[in-house]
């Protein structure tokens, strides 16, 4: 890995994820528009890229990663400190959904426990050297991406909309969060574009424009747009990603590009801060340092 990439995440003596190049926030105001789906498939890409890659399930009310993956096991700790990760499909993965004795039954912490298991995800976890290791947020605008950013330092978000305008409304408040805690978006995902009829019809179901939409708002480039294909539900609910599943298919083959330009979007951010080194974030700490965010006020 070129030194180019390290450059985009300039982390802390005490960031918790020392062996991680690049963390990855795949996320979106809003539910349901395919940001696990989406973080699953782009993670399977990355990997079958050649990047060693990880992925975090960030939602703890509602983990989808056991199922979308289909693993039911759970972590062991061989050294008595640290988690190791499941895997599957060559990923690394930690979900909260490993930890409960009936994957049915719900989550009942509140705010501080949750946090907690986060911090402990990144920090007890043993991630190992990786290039990538990318986090499924839940919905939402909050306090899981400040809570992230505060202990981490970010390389980017992915930020996950459908086209509609019922959508983009709660996306670009997500994507006012990023700014507000400095966390650089890395591009926009438009899922569920059009859907395709078997006559080879399109529809777009759902309208069109909400993904170029937040990516002009958040100046930052539109890295893909997925249709809606009912092989991406199928193979997500049975346990393997599409990626995985069908690789030479036209879905893997989006899952694919998304991973390029993510890769490509990383590596423009480390140019950008060759160049002007005066936009890396302080994270340095300690009294006074920039680690108070300023939504901390
Ligand atoms: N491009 C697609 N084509 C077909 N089905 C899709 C596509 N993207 C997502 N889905 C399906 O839509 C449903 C919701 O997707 P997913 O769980 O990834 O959304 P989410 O944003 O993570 O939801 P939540 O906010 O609950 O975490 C799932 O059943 C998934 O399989
Ligand atoms: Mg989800």
């Given at each position: 890995?070129s030194?180019?990439?390290?450059?985009s995440?300039?982390?802390?003596?005490?960031?918790?994820?020392?062996?991680?190049?690049?963390?990855?926030?795949?996320?979106?105001?809003k539910?349901g528009?395919?940001?696990?789906t989406t973080?699953?498939?782009?993670?399977?890409?990355?990997s079958?890229r050649?990047?060693?890659t990880?992925?975090?399930?960030?939602?703890?009310?509602?983990?989808?990663?056991?199922?979308?993956?289909?693993v039911?096991?759970?972590p062991?700790?061989?050294?008595?400190?640290?988690?190791?990760?499941?895997?599957?499909?060559?990923?690394?993965?930690?979900?909260?959904?490993?930890?409960l004795?009936?994957?049915?039954?719900?989550?009942?912490?509140?705010g501080?426990?949750l946090?907690?298991?986060?911090?402990?995800?990144?920090?007890?976890?043993?991630?190992?050297?990786?290039?990538?290791l990318?986090?499924?947020l839940?919905p939402?605008t909050?306090?899981?991406?400040?809570?992230?950013?505060?202990?981490?330092?970010?390389?980017?978000?992915v930020?996950?909309?459908?086209?509609?305008?019922?959508?983009?409304?709660?996306?670009?408040?997500?994507?006012?969060?990023?700014?507000?805690?400095?966390?650089?978006?890395?591009?926009?995902?438009?899922n569920?574009?059009?859907?395709?009829?078997?006559?080879g019809?399109r529809?777009?179901?759902?309208?069109?424009?909400?993904?170029?939409?937040?990516?002009?708002?958040?100046?930052?480039?539109l890295?893909?747009?997925?249709?809606?294909?009912?092989?991406?539900?199928?193979?997500?609910?049975?346990?393997t990603?599409?990626?995985?599943?069908?690789?030479?298919?036209?879905?893997?083959?989006?899952?694919?590009?998304?991973?390029d330009?993510v890769?490509?979007?990383?590596?423009?951010?480390?140019d950008?801060?060759?160049?002007?080194?005066?936009?890396?974030?302080?994270r340095s700490g300690?009294?006074?340092?920039k680690?108070?965010?300023?939504?901390?006020?």
């Amino acid at each position: 890995m070129s030194d180019s990439l390290d450059r985009s995440r300039p982390a802390s003596p005490d960031d918790p994820l020392t062996g991680v190049k690049h963390v990855v926030l795949v996320m979106s105001g809003k539910g349901g528009v395919g940001k696990s789906t989406t973080a699953t498939n782009l993670a399977m890409a990355l990997s079958k890229r050649g990047f060693r890659t990880g992925l975090l399930d960030a939602d703890i009310y509602g983990p989808s990663i056991p199922t979308m993956l289909g693993v039911a096991g759970r972590p062991v700790s061989t050294d008595g400190k640290t988690i190791e990760p499941l895997e599957r499909f060559g990923i690394k993965l930690m979900s909260i959904g490993f930890l409960l004795d009936d994957p049915k039954s719900a989550v009942i912490w509140r705010g501080p426990m949750l946090h907690g298991a986060l911090q402990q995800f990144l920090k007890d976890v043993a991630w190992g050297e990786l290039d990538y290791l990318v986090l499924d947020l839940p919905p939402g605008t909050g306090d899981v991406a400040l809570s992230l950013a505060q202990r981490t330092s970010v390389t980017g978000a992915v930020i996950v909309t459908t086209p509609q305008n019922v959508a983009t409304d709660d996306v670009f408040k997500s994507v006012s969060m990023c700014v507000k805690v400095d966390i650089p978006v890395l591009g926009v995902v438009e899922n569920m574009s059009w859907f395709i009829d078997p006559a080879g019809v399109r529809h777009e179901l759902f309208g069109k424009g909400g993904g170029a939409a937040v990516a002009e708002f958040a100046k930052a480039p539109l890295l893909a747009q997925i249709p809606i294909d009912q092989s991406v539900r199928e193979w997500g609910d049975k346990g393997t990603p599409v990626v995985q599943a069908a690789p030479e298919g036209a879905m893997a083959k989006a899952y694919l590009d998304l991973a390029d330009k993510v890769v490509e979007a990383v590596s423009a951010r480390a140019d950008m801060l060759r160049e002007e080194p005066g936009l890396v974030i302080d994270r340095s700490g300690g009294p006074g340092g920039k680690r108070r965010l300023p939504v901390a006020k």
